[in-house]
């Protein structure tokens, strides 16, 4: 089986940079990706880390490290619009998707 | 076009009612799956479909019936459902790669169809 976990919340400043970690425990391992949910919208890809490192995507870094099964996103330079749901997720076989728990950010004034 | 299209975006059936939801893709992506995300919680993967054919099968209930007629479009057939089965349904697609390694894992999700059982 595979388990992704989040902390549940977290609450940021404006403009601060914010880090949101998943472990994760699984089998047929190919990758951690990230994903972006808006209160009643879709989820939104953000980054994929197939390799160990960290992989930059503009505000949005993403990093993996699969000795720790570990990973994490780091947003830099909040906006108040990154106040979302944030989900890890492994890819598998056939691109097979297991979310993590997901992380609720709060960015604040 | 680089959207997912999901009709319809709500829908309220009873328990005896048989309805179905379409699911639309055009970028050529040639992995399909079908989510279900109830409040708060992550999606949960339902089914995989590649190449048109059904490859994973998350142990759903027979009462929910994917089908793939082409590589643009998927449905998900509806019936006897359960209060329960409440939630947000959500298609995505995802191109596939020969190279795992180096193979852009992300899914284009529609915005879902919010599913109201009574």
């Known amino acids: 089986g595979q388990s992704l976990e989040q902390p549940s919340e977290v609450t940021a400043v404006e403009g601060a940079i914010v880090q949101i970690n998943c472990t994760y425990q699984?089998?047929?391992?190919?990758?951690l990706s990230w994903y972006q949910q808006h209160d009643g919208g879709a989820p939104t890809f953000l980054s994929y880390?197939?390799?160990?490192g960290l992989e930059e995507t503009g505000r949005f870094s993403s990093f993996l490290s699969r000795s720790d099964s570990y990973g994490y996103l780091l947003l830099q330079e909040l906006q108040m619009k990154d106040s979302a749901s944030y989900f890890c997720?492994?890819?598998?076989?056939?691109?097979?998707?297991?979310f993590g728990t997901g992380t609720k950010l709060q960015v604040i004034p | 076009d680089t959207e997912v299209t999901q009709t319809p975006k709500h829908l309220v059936m009873g328990m005896t009612n048989k309805k179905s939801l379409k699911c639309e893709q055009h970028?050529?992506?040639?992995?399909m799956y079908w989510y279900k995300q109830k409040a708060k919680k992550p999606p949960e993967l339902m089914f995989v479909?590649?190449?048109?054919?059904?490859?994973i099968n998350e142990s759903v209930p027979s009462r929910f019936s994917p089908e793939c007629p082409n590589s643009s479009l998927l449905n998900l057939h509806l019936h006897a459902l359960q209060p329960e089965d409440s939630a947000l349904y959500l298609c995505?697609?995802?191109?596939?790669?020969?190279?795992?390694?180096?193979?852009?894992?992300?899914?284009?999700f529609g915005s879902g169809t919010r599913l109201t059982v009574v």
């Open positions: 995505a697609s995802s191109p596939l790669g020969r190279d795992l390694q180096r193979t852009n894992y992300g899914y284009t």
């Open positions: 699984t089998s047929g391992f190919y990758g």
């Open positions: 880390n197939a390799l160990d």
């Open positions: 997720g492994t890819a598998g076989g056939y691109q097979k998707v297991t």
């Open positions: 970028m050529g992506h040639r992995a």
């Open positions: 479909y590649s190449y048109e054919k059904l490859s």
